[in-house]
């Protein structure tokens, strides 16, 4: 295929520090509050609000490598140049940054699966055909949204950025204040998890901040990367850790721990009902389906444009299947694919734990690669990095020994899936790595 194929068309300064905020905090907020809620009470117990104050920590300390990076080399596709600096264009660059990828698109798929989940909740709809067909109707939607362009794709984001959070926020108030501000429902009973289950709980709860790299993978289109990235960093999580609390304590002050694993597709409406009514419960599933749409349509925007700079720089295979048009239509299709089948095709909710894998052992990389190749050159921590790459490997310990009791296979699915990723990349691309000396043309 000629050059002029490759080139995917970015539009440097066509999004603005709103509007990578809320692509940020539309990924985070969709995944965190919607979909991992009763995932994370089931492994934490009674200490859950405490987790997402944890993972907060843990994703403020891998933050550093990206923001450093960020501000000496904006890109898009963030996290592929990233790895590229640091590894060069080899299977573990490629590896890497496929791991993410993935891992964004088993996100998009549990969010629109919840999405479905919430809008069906007032029919009493739990299962059937309808849960995977508004799921793929979800995902479609943010593909029109996403070849529209990227000043829509920032518009839109504010827009529902601003109704959900405010709306969020009002429901965990209003919820609060019905309580009395009573926290004994979940707080006080509930079995007790133990330590490593709190920790293994971390695991998710990043997960739910791990959108601050939807705000990285667009570097090189937001206005003044090299401040607005690292402040918008910082602002997503701020606001995210935020809103997480005041929810988590919101639904715990309404429904016991059983009650919330039990409903953990939907334990926002579910805990509205009793604290708020039926309004409150009708008003709670409408900010869940603006929030989990405004979620998938900045993941499908985040991950095409990862795989769109996988291809420039040739890490991975690319075909255009007979489409027209550049390199970035391309990948958006491929996202929109994968994501609808497994929202039709697989319990998403178990899926979800191997997205754990791919996004903490991507991040181990990339940590590892900021020390030993670019730290003096970005001028990291190197205090910061390590303490990020051990939080990494102590939380994916626990949570692989939590599902090594509960669910084995998942484990073995999810190194053999990592390793599966590597060797491929291995395959395709003949080397693990390229020395550091020379010049790669697709660095930037």
Not at 26 to 49: D, H, N, S
Not at 96 to 120: G, P
Not at 300 to 308: E, G, N, P, T
Not at 432 to 444: K, V
């Amino acid at each position: 295929m000629g050059n002029d194929d490759r080139q995917s068309q970015y539009e440097e300064g066509s999004i603005s520090l709103s509007g990578t905020v809320a692509m940020g905090t539309g990924v985070m907020i969709g995944a965190g509050i919607f979909a991992l809620t009763g995932q994370i009470a089931e492994l934490a117990g009674p200490l859950f609000p405490l987790a997402f104050i944890a993972g907060a920590i843990v994703t403020g300390l891998s933050a550093h490598s990206y923001v450093k990076m960020s501000n000496a080399w904006p890109s898009s596709g963030g996290i592929a140049m990233i790895l590229n600096k640091c590894y060069g264009p080899g299977a573990i660059t490629g590896g890497a940054a496929l791991l993410m990828a993935l891992s964004m698109v088993i996100a998009e798929s549990l969010v629109a699966r919840t999405f479905a989940s919430y809008l069906l909740r007032p029919f009493d709809i739990t299962s059937g055909l309808l849960i995977p067909a508004l799921a793929v109707a979800v995902i479609v939607f943010a593909f029109l949204i996403n070849i529209s362009g990227n000043r829509s794709v920032g518009t839109f984001s504010i827009i529902m950025a601003v109704v959900k959070i405010g709306g969020i926020a009002l429901f965990g108030i209003a919820a609060l204040w019905s309580s009395g501000f009573a926290f004994s429902s979940a707080f006080e009973g509930g079995e007790d998890f133990g330590v490593i289950g709190f920790v293994a709980s971390v695991a998710l709860a990043i997960l739910s901040f791990k959108g601050f790299t939807t705000i990285t993978n667009s570097g090189a289109e937001v206005t003044d990367p090299h401040r607005n990235v690292g402040r918008a960093i910082a602002i997503a999580i701020t606001l995210c850790v935020v809103i997480y609390l005041l929810v988590a304590f919101a639904v715990g002050s309404s429904l016991s721990i059983e009650e919330i694993i039990a409903a953990r597709d939907y334990s926002l409406a579910q805990a509205a009902e009793p604290a708020l009514g039926q309004i409150g419960f009708i008003l709670t599933v409408v900010l869940a389906v603006v929030a989990t749409a405004s979620a998938v349509l900045a993941s499908v925007f985040a991950v095409s444009r990862m795989l769109a700079m996988l291809t420039n720089m040739e890490l991975i295979p690319h075909s255009h299947f007979g489409m027209p048009g550049p390199i970035q239509k391309h990948t958006l299709v491929y996202t929109v694919v994968i994501a609808s089948v497994l929202s039709i095709f697989f319990d998403l909710s178990r899926i979800a734990s191997l997205g754990v894998y791919f996004y903490l052992i991507m991040d181990m990389i990339i940590h590892w690669g900021v020390y030993r190749y670019r730290r003096e050159e970005t001028g990291a921590n190197t205090a910061v990095l390590f303490a990020a790459l051990i939080a990494d490997a102590v939380v994916l310990a626990a949570f692989t020994a939590m599902k090594f009791q509960s669910d084995p296979l998942i484990v073995v699915t999810g190194f053999g899936s990592v390793i599966a990723v590597m060797a491929f990349e291995r395959f395709y691309l003949g080397k693990w790595f390229a020395p550091l000396e020379e010049e790669h043309s697709h660095d930037q």
